[in-house]
């Protein structure tokens, strides 16, 4: 009789530890980050949306210039934007228009800041303004608060903004990606494309001058927009 009321013990301690760590278990999992879940959720559908795309061949092509995931690469292909930007724009125009095949770009040399409130009000009061719109200015100067508020009054809060941030041997680079990151924080549709980060170590990716990009520069610059996009938009 001891030996049983020994064994039963045990039994119960074993089961009481049990039922207390499946409880600890469930709290832990019930208390964890929401955007962790998030995350897990995005990447889930990320991948079903991925293993449902036969890309074309000319995709395909895109896909392997510009080291692209066929998400990414399907995403681009299939997004209509609006690129504004200056000289740097111009740089990279061919690539954008491969990657993106429903893109208008208007890059012109020299062009500052403070002509994008007059562009883009123009491009709407046409219908010609896209519901995704990138810049690529801030190489000649940088914007002020006053231009960038007008800009996002123009566009509004339904179509999104993808700001390509500058690397440029000028003292006003810090202002430039400083107004560019603060303005992406404070509006949900303002994405910044990290063009600054991306670029760092990478000095043979550029012309003598350090600020336009070469042939592999502009890939690079490409991929980055790219990634940014389908990441936002996915």
Not at 64 to 74: A, N
Not at 118 to 140: E, F, M, P, Q, S
Not at 183 to 191: E, S, Y
């Amino acid at each position: 009789m001891q030996k049983q009321s020994h064994s039963f013990s045990r039994y119960l301690i074993v089961g009481i530890v049990g039922i207390i760590a499946l409880s600890i278990l469930t709290v832990i999992t019930a208390s964890a980050p929401s955007h962790l879940t998030d995350t897990n959720a995005s990447a889930n559908t990320r991948t079903k949306k991925t293993a449902n795309i036969h890309l074309t061949k000319r995709e395909k092509k895109v896909a392997g210039k510009y080291k692209l995931t066929k998400l990414q690469t399907r995403t681009a292909s299939k997004t209509p934007i609006t690129a504004i930007g200056d000289s740097v724009m111009l740089d990279v125009k061919p690539n954008i228009k491969q990657a993106f095949r429903h893109s208008v770009v208007n890059g012109s040399v020299g062009r500052q800041f403070y002509s994008l409130p007059k562009i883009v009000r123009d491009l709407k009061a046409h219908g010609h303004l896209g519901k995704y719109i990138v810049i690529n200015l801030g190489t000649n100067g940088p914007p002020t608060q006053v231009d960038i508020d007008s800009v996002l009054k123009t566009v509004g809060q339904k179509r999104q903004i993808f700001w390509i941030n500058t690397r440029v041997p000028r003292h006003w680079q810090a202002t430039t990606n400083r107004l560019i990151s603060k303005n992406a924080k404070k509006h949900a549709n303002v994405h910044v494309v990290n063009w600054y980060k991306a670029s760092k170590g990478h000095s043979g990716w550029f012309a003598s001058d350090r600020v336009h990009v070469d042939l592999t520069g502009a890939r690079y610059y490409t991929r980055e927009l790219v990634r940014k996009v389908s990441d936002v938009l996915n």
